[in-house]
């Protein structure tokens, strides 16, 4: 018998969406996708909802007879203030009322080293540092963090927040050279937090075992992740095309990368 | 020559503002104040702007020729999520908007013990713990101290978030014997803040000198923040009027008090 | 309305259980006291219970209808193993599990610096610190005190385990001018480890406002002990009269004081 | 030349004491062997004593010319006060007096996560962490922890205190795919413990390399335990036949495991 | 009788030197003072040996009969290099040298702020922080700290490494509200070191009780200093006379003031 | 394109230099090659200089056009106070200001497990520990540790300060069974110092992958250093031909080994 009944993936059209819904299939009967557009290679076990979640009353039928929630919707990167908050701030809550409306028992959210991005690499921080947001985007992430935070004390639904670095087909800088996390280990993160026996509250940082560490992630042990894959064998090729960045550089002191030397999106938006 | 020439107050027809009012008119030539109402005994030094946070361009005006932000405004209880999320997410960010466009140095925020409520007491936490939210308004009050943060580091915008307690004329019930903040400390508080050399992000716990010590607050040392009251002359009155709280109850176990025995706020409105 | 309608007070004939029949009246209708002997002043809210600690169904009627007890009993020194075992350790047990078949609340312990000894004045431990005994005697502290981890934990019974210093009724030598707690001191802990809203379980190190500070006792600000006597007065008087000690020996070195340089106890006996 | 000429093991008759009868003869010219029975095939390197533990004079006899003590003896799950008193207690302190008399250098404690029980899987907690015991049993292991903090600190005698997980010879249920401790891996920490460099006081945590981590075992280095089991291989047999439990249960949420649902054993004899 | 035999103060003409030599008396039969000049006003009590820290054999004779060094002497301020290598490195191991070879059994040493002046005011640090040296002075106190380490840790001569803020008659500039250490503050702390019954190797803070806090002292309660000014009295007129400094230069951001705004001591020559 | 364009290696013809000669050559177009003594086997990509450290001129000439600094040279062991002065003090001091004259942009400095020698192993330090020094020569590596922290804050140069341990051909005691670095995963940490994208100002601590580990070196997890070699293949023989040490002997508690037990290199000279 699988351990879920049935698992809402948000988000679900996306980048990350597409590698989850290969890789969560044996962990519950059935699969509900949902984003702004329809996939378009609807598996047997999968359902798809279109829906806007920003849209309360969407997301309350959409999260209905759903056991765990893969939270992976919203705006993926630094843009202006308002779209933010609907669609990660109004977006993420309606998804957590959704589940304590509807009984759903967990939630892994992709929240994003953009949460931390202010932390110095140097400094070797871990799941207790405070959060230092390097963009309006980060920021969201906080506020995710801190909702689940409360839906687990308050109302007892699990969070795992899980802060991806980057996780994309290959390492296309040489900052991925340390923040890379394949496709395989991010959706073994995932799969990892959906079938730990608790989870409670717990922040992860999405890392595959690249050989330079930013941060520690032994906090999160209990969940199990243990990553399989290395940008190592990406190295030769990147250094090769890409020239080495400043050491004083923010994108380079900081880890949340070049997000740190984005100005506000407002002005950014008049350039 | 005073060392502002322009504070603004926002929440200055609130309980506290109007206490802010009295107390710092000597660190400004001007105080504005800012509420959705009017305040009704306008002072010399003082110029009145009735307008929504959640207004854009009226904060953007609001935050001309100001050189530091008190921002005291927004919903000051749980409440709906929506109310919260125009009233303390949105409206914060306009005001931190303000600040980044009008060029103004410092905020000081009136953050609150409900970011951090569900901590227990015997844990005696100090600015270094996670956040644990006890309601959706704490949760806004992590929002906006995850923005003071990115101001800080990305906009050079100093911040002291004050985690304040309770701020009441006097000790109302038991757990105000350790969580009052009075008045007078209050204000010295945020004076201060106003005042200290070097403020840039710094989260303080706004408590007068009560016996009882539920928190740490040696973290914000440099604010120099030295509190004069105590309630303890109100104990006897207090005790002899109220019962024991039972000491496994959440209001008593976690610091956030009875926030953390309120259900969901869309829940309790249906009561 | 007083806050407990019955007190237990172990040991109540020693020297701190007299302190203690004095200063409690106040929280109780009744003070039961135990001892191995009777006290001879009984006073009208008294009754005395003679009785050994070690006995198992004694002390299940001793603990009868109480709501709090104050655990000062046992062997108060260094001695022989079996002692020991049969005083403080079985005789311990024995109050905590009379504890949770009568319903006490409640328990203040009287552990002692000497379950953590060992450890150096120079370190400023505070209650985090592992355990290091300077005897059996601390031993059985450590026992103790792991005994009422486990009544709260799993039974829901408090306990403030109070790790007394010196208390005696002036300071006695050099070390007492830093590790003196007064008479009255000690009597205001136990008040306050009994009036506090929350104990939950509590590791209180009790010394007065003495100059020098060898122990950091802010993990147990909830109880709201504030010392109000100091070691200065007889400093003078004391160094007078007494040599000053080796800094580098044992008694000097460690907080345990000549405990430290005491052998086994069966070797002393055959000194 | 083999390190010691006699090690004692104690508890040799049982489930781990046999398994390390076979793993540590390269250790020693002689293995002591104790318990309660005799075992029944004595090798040659091999001499049995049967006694008790709680017999002062037979362990002053059984420890007579050791030079280590593999002490596992004992009752091994949670039982009667008194049983554990004066097997676990008296017994352990009868072993150590054994040791600090007759010359023994070194001892190897089998202690327990029962120790340390209470503490939350999620906490991630480390050999600094405060003890926090799950019964009686294990509070009888503080105990033996703390007398051992003695031994060293005053009488020179080196302990390592393995607290171990679940040691059986697969992982029988789903709570020992995290906490299995295979017999080869105990075996191996023994060993290491008893050929360290240095000992001095060391607390370890006995774990298998197991996907998923309750604690951080770190503080230990320097006894140089590698394990080598993992119980994954367990995984699919385990998960097949048996339910997962709720995460909100004690039994997942504690490190301890189903000891933590357990009352209390005299409540439970009755049942 | 006094505690002392005889004290040597080195730097003994200098601006602290000669406060000492009022407030130590009483801790010693004699005081033998230093400095490269003869203080005009020799004392009955005292005795004066004018020498160069940097010659060896001189500094040998120097430390002859004595059992406590006061160590004030060397370069006061950031200079040249080869300065600072011969006043205060060359010099400093020439006075534990002599404390080892003439049998002084405790050395208090005048080490700065500026062994850690690149550490930020809003960082709060403690004793057990990083040295992060402002200046090629400060690096020759994390020298002198280092090496007192050494010979407490290898030849048992306890010192007492005191971190001189900002020490004159009265606070002369706005950093100086935070940083200043009274005469009648410094006085005391090097008696208390000269004083306490242990002192190993302690790091100090000295600080007058002034309201803004820079760091947290108490990893050195046990030497007993309690500051009994403050700089608050001089407040207002310093305010007056002085403009507010810039939040965001590096003599705010950082604890070492000025010291951080200098340039390498080549080059500021070169000026 | 390779990363450097000119490397300076110092103490280019000792142990250490001669294996980083080969192991650096892909990473600069140059190698400069600095010693009191000319190496023999000159490569096409080298030039060699032969001068003293403690000769300011020499060395500004001798860093000149260099964009990174391997400084390797000095006095390697403990010695006279004088020769250490001028090696490693004055002309550490000398290899910084030639970094910061010239612009040299990264310094790789051969810190020793001697700067935190008295440190116990049992005490699992890491990089956050204060310093302790085992010698003469533990304090001038912790001098230069300072220097380097200095240099990074005010100056701008980053900074690795490698504490090597024991870097050896292979193990040749008991003790390097734990503290071996192997002479390629000595290059290879300098190499990866070389290659990270950010050092700033870090500290790392070289051990191959043994199998007791006495430090935990994550704090440098952004170098990317990876050990590869073990010390367990050379067990075997070094146990056979050595024998066991005593635990308690200094050169086993603490983790610079025997340097813990040498006198005063002026005592041990007259020896």
Not at 77 to 95: Q, W
Not at 183 to 199: I, K, N
Not at 219 to 233: L, N, Y
Not at 252 to 259: K, L, N, R, T
Request: with cysteine; proline share 5%.
């Amino acid at each position: 018998m699988k351990p879920y009944s049935r698992i809402l993936i948000t988000g679900a059209a996306g980048r990350l969406g597409t590698e989850l819904r290969k890789g969560l299939g044996h962990l519950a009967e059935h699969i509900r996708l949902s984003d702004r557009v329809a996939v378009e290679d609807l598996q047997p076990n999968e359902e798809m909802v279109v829906c806007e979640l920003g849209d309360y009353k969407a997301v309350m039928d959409l999260t209905k007879d759903v056991d765990a929630i893969v939270h992976f919707g919203g705006a993926p990167l630094e843009t202006d203030f308002e779209t933010i908050l609907d669609s990660n701030i109004r977006g993420s809550y309606h998804i957590y009322e959704g589940a304590r409306q509807n009984g759903a028992r967990r939630v892994i959210y992709s929240s994003s080293v953009h949460a931390i991005g202010y932390h110095e690499m140097t400094a070797q921080i871990d799941a207790d540092a405070p959060v230092r947001p390097d963009s309006l985007y980060g920021v969201s992430k906080n506020f995710v963090e801190s909702l689940g935070r409360l839906y687990w004390d308050k109302f007892g639904i699990e969070s795992l927040c899980l802060r991806i670095f980057s996780s994309f087909p290959e390492p296309a800088d040489r900052r991925m050279l340390w923040s890379w996390l394949s496709f395989a280990d991010c959706v073994q993160y995932v799969e990892r937090g959906l079938s730990a026996p608790r989870v409670g509250y717990t922040i992860g940082h999405g890392l595959s075992d690249n050989r330079l560490k930013p941060v520690d992630d032994s906090k999160a042990g209990h969940i199990g992740f243990v990553p399989r894959d290395t940008a190592e064998g990406f190295r030769d090729a990147v250094e090769a095309r890409t020239a080495p960045a400043d050491p004083k550089s923010p994108s380079v002191q900081f880890i949340g990368g070049w997000f740190c030397e984005l100005g506000h999106p407002d002005d950014e938006a008049k350039k």
